[in-house]
């Protein structure tokens, strides 16, 4: 392996920290890397498996103030590049307009989520204000530039989906709808457009847009909601977009005393249907629940078939065996919420819908192939989690056809990432390619790359690739097939 150091950051976090997502498996990066041929120590790589594997982490450098949650921490790129049987990695931080005057500073200034944003100490980003942008949430490549968004809305960061490279920021997105663009910008390989939302506590509360394959932003519509509202996910077909509207979200009583506490309302699930082309919006009632992640939607004559995860508890309640970190560690704890993959069928012509549970499996995170982003799927690959954790223990193959499943499990003590399906050159078939995700190992303190055929996960990985550094665990990651 050749590995250069480009840049060290300097250690600016608590001598003594304990904090749970700032040390173990969530310990932050300080180096900068290039490195090219990478170590294969087992296995080895398929030749027909092209392209760049993404993936954006939560990686602080500074302190908060107040107290800490994982999803504020400052964005840092990982990215791996195979060709011909060979790879390559780079990783760098994202270099927001909040984290330069942070480090200029050398101090936080702008409190987190669960802070109240009275305690920040300039104006900053986000869906309620006073928060820094840290674009640390999602990472996806259009128009030739990977863009990092952050969960609370701001701006669309750009960088050079090859060297990782910064290349600014996209200058229509941070006065989109008035909100910024949240994370989950969503993709359709099969035009090229590039589906984006925001939202925020001023009416009309949402926004829904259409990029152009060039970057253009070339429509934007208001979709007004009842009040301000908490989404995280937008699902497409190949003629709509569908948005949700779930009773977890402020409390109206705190928010107009400018408190931003979450709670469960007596309300139904909404889900909203957006022309792509731009229209009316049609509305549907669901069972209470909050989705943070679709799995797919596709159109099946004049029904919208809707996959996602089902909550059965959005809001579990603290573990008092977890000290001082109860209340965080159950606000990200997929296991203790119940998430399991679920459907719904809107029906257009009579407006009802109708849903099932798919499987019964706790899972969250999920892949598909990318062709087949608002169209007819079959499978998914989806991430398991260790209970008590927001850490990926293994990962799901799930056969929406025949209800089959593979699982494979890590040993605990080493971690997943989120692993795109990264299809095989020249596959005619949806499941023909690979699955693909970085590894943390706390237990020999190293990372690799693995790589799975998306046919066989349960058998485990078929290369393994090392990793100049154990790197944090993170959350979203895309995969970019080789042009």
Same mark, same amino acid.
């Given at each position: 392996? %050749?590995?250069?150091?480009?840049?060290?950051? $300097?250690?600016?976090?608590?001598?003594?920290?304990?904090?749970? @997502?700032?040390?173990?498996? &969530?310990?932050?990066?300080?180096?900068?890397?290039?490195?090219?041929?990478?170590?294969?120590?087992?296995?080895?790589?398929?030749?027909?498996?092209?392209?760049?594997?993404?993936?954006?982490?939560?990686?602080?450098?500074?302190?908060?103030?107040?107290?800490?949650?994982?999803?504020?921490?400052?964005?840092?790129?990982?990215?791996?590049?195979?060709?011909?049987?060979?790879?390559?990695?780079?990783?760098?931080?994202?270099?927001?307009?909040?984290?330069?005057?942070?480090?200029?500073?050398?101090?936080?200034?702008?409190?987190?989520? /669960?802070?109240?944003?009275?305690?920040?100490?300039? %104006?900053? &980003?986000?869906?309620?204000?006073?928060? #820094? *942008?840290?674009?640390?949430?999602?990472?996806?490549?259009?128009?030739?530039?990977?863009?990092?968004?952050?969960?609370?809305?701001?701006?669309?960061?750009?960088?050079?989906?090859?060297?990782?490279?910064?290349? !600014?920021?996209?200058?229509?997105?941070?006065?989109? !709808?008035?909100?910024?663009?949240?994370?989950?910008?969503?993709? =359709?390989?099969?035009?090229?457009?590039?589906?984006?939302?925001?939202?925020?506590?001023?009416?009309?509360?949402?926004?829904?847009?259409?990029?152009?394959?060039?970057?253009?932003?070339?429509?934007?519509?208001?979709?007004?909601?009842?009040?301000?509202?908490?989404?995280? %996910?937008?699902?497409?077909? $190949?003629?709509?977009?569908?948005?949700?509207?779930?009773?977890?979200?402020? *409390?109206?009583?705190?928010?107009? #005393?400018?408190?931003?506490?979450?709670?469960?309302?007596?309300?139904?699930?909404?889900?909203?249907?957006?022309?792509?082309?731009? !229209?009316?919006?049609?509305?549907?009632?669901?069972?209470?629940?909050?989705?943070?992640?679709?799995?797919?939607?596709?159109?099946?004559?004049?029904?919208?078939?809707?996959?996602?995860?089902?909550?059965?508890?959005?809001?579990?309640?603290?573990?008092?065996?977890?000290?001082?970190?109860?209340?965080? #560690? #159950?606000?990200?704890?997929?296991?203790?919420?119940?998430?399991?993959?679920?459907?719904?069928?809107? %029906?257009?012509?009579?407006?009802?819908?109708?849903?099932?549970?798919?499987?019964?499996? /706790?899972?969250?995170?999920?892949?598909?192939?990318?062709?087949? !982003?608002?169209?007819?799927?079959? @499978?998914?690959?989806?991430?398991?989690?260790?209970?008590?954790?927001?850490?990926?223990?293994?990962?799901?193959?799930?056969?929406?056809?025949?209800?089959?499943?593979?699982?494979?499990? @890590?040993? *605990?003590?080493?971690?997943?990432?989120?692993?795109?399906?990264?299809?095989?050159?020249?596959?005619?078939?949806?499941? *023909?390619?690979?699955?693909?995700?970085?590894?943390? =190992?706390?237990?020999? =303190?190293?990372?690799?790359?693995?790589?799975?055929?998306?046919?066989?996960?349960?058998?485990?990985?078929?290369?393994?690739?090392?990793?100049?550094?154990?790197?944090?665990?993170?959350?979203?990651?895309?995969?970019?097939?080789?042009?």
């Amino acid at each position: 392996m %050749d590995v250069r150091v480009v840049r060290r950051y $300097e250690n600016l976090l608590p001598a003594d920290d304990d904090h749970p @997502y700032r040390t173990g498996a &969530w310990r932050p990066n300080l180096v900068e890397y290039d490195a090219d041929h990478l170590d294969v120590v087992e296995g080895a790589l398929p030749a027909d498996l092209g392209g760049i594997y993404l993936r954006n982490t939560e990686n602080p450098l500074l302190p908060a103030i107040g107290r800490y949650h994982p999803f504020d921490g400052d964005g840092m790129l990982h990215a791996i590049r195979f060709r011909d049987g060979r790879a390559s990695y780079c990783n760098r931080m994202v270099r927001t307009i909040g984290l330069e005057e942070e480090l200029a500073a050398r101090t936080p200034l702008w409190a987190g989520i /669960i802070e109240s944003p009275a305690r920040s100490l300039r %104006d900053g &980003w986000g869906a309620r204000g006073r928060m #820094k *942008d840290a674009s640390s949430t999602d990472v996806v490549v259009h128009a030739g530039r990977a863009l990092t968004s952050f969960y609370q809305c701001g701006d669309l960061y750009a960088h050079d989906p090859d060297t990782l490279e910064s290349r !600014g920021r996209v200058p229509w997105a941070e006065r989109f !709808g008035g909100f910024g663009v949240s994370a989950h910008p969503k993709l =359709d390989e099969n035009t090229g457009e590039l589906l984006v939302f925001g939202y925020g506590t001023a009416a009309p509360y949402f926004a829904f847009g259409v990029v152009a394959p060039s970057g253009e932003l070339v429509r934007q519509q208001a979709v007004p909601l009842p009040g301000p509202r908490l989404p995280h %996910d937008l699902a497409f077909t $190949e003629h709509y977009a569908i948005v949700g509207d779930f009773p977890l979200f402020w *409390d109206e009583g705190l928010l107009a #005393k400018g408190g931003f506490r979450p709670r469960m309302h007596d309300l139904p699930t909404r889900f909203g249907v957006v022309p792509r082309a731009g !229209g009316d919006v049609r509305w549907f009632e669901a069972a209470p629940t909050y989705v943070l992640h679709f799995i797919n939607a596709y159109e099946d004559g004049s029904t919208i078939v809707l996959d996602g995860y089902f909550q059965s508890d959005p809001l579990p309640k603290p573990d008092p065996a977890d000290g001082p970190w109860a209340g965080l #560690k #159950k606000l990200v704890d997929i296991d203790a919420m119940g998430t399991r993959p679920h459907r719904w069928r809107l %029906d257009l012509a009579t407006g009802a819908c109708r849903e099932e549970r798919l499987f019964d499996d /706790i899972s969250e995170f999920p892949s598909i192939h990318g062709k087949r !982003g608002g169209r007819r799927h079959r @499978y998914a690959w989806t991430m398991t989690a260790k209970p008590g954790w927001f850490l990926f223990d293994g990962l799901l193959r799930l056969d929406l056809e025949t209800g089959a499943t593979q699982r494979f499990r @890590y040993p *605990d003590g080493v971690y997943a990432s989120e692993s795109p399906m990264a299809p095989r050159r020249g596959a005619t078939t949806e499941d *023909d390619g690979y699955i693909v995700t970085f590894v943390s =190992d706390t237990v020999r =303190d190293r990372s690799e790359c693995h790589v799975f055929d998306a046919r066989d996960v349960s058998a485990g990985p078929i290369a393994k690739v090392a990793l100049p550094e154990r790197i944090a665990s993170g959350t979203h990651a895309c995969w970019v097939p080789a042009s």
